[in-house]
């Protein structure tokens, strides 16, 4: 009876660290697709603004992820603009994919 009690309390263990990496995965899964999302949305205007700074979460299902993105001018170049896209998830959102990425500067911007 020992032997099996232990053998069931590593099947057990091994079936609730299976689902705990699979949640995981989904997790990162679904902040990966809002990150390319968020990057589309961003690139798909023809000119993003040389400085910027904006959080926000998004909306349900996808309740539990929250986004920040920020924008600084590139030094060597008058035209273009990188942004950072960052989202976080889980408790105290420890959790985070990023991705960085150029934009074309807002050529009004530019005059100033």
Do not use: C
Request: zero cysteines.
């Amino acid at each position: 009876m020992v032997i099996l009690g232990f053998g069931l309390t590593s099947i057990i263990r091994s079936f609730t660290t299976s689902l705990r990496a699979e949640q995981q995965s989904r997790n990162y899964l679904t902040a990966v697709t809002l990150l390319e999302n968020k990057l589309t949305e961003i690139l798909s205007n023809r000119y993003f603004r040389r400085e910027y700074s904006g959080d926000g979460h998004f909306q349900d299902p996808y309740g539990e992820f929250r986004y920040k993105v920020t924008a600084r001018k590139v030094d060597t170049s008058d035209i273009l603009t990188e942004v950072h896209v960052e989202i976080r998830w889980g408790k105290e959102n420890l959790s985070a994919v990023e991705a960085v990425t150029f934009a074309l500067s807002d050529p009004e911007e530019n005059r100033n």
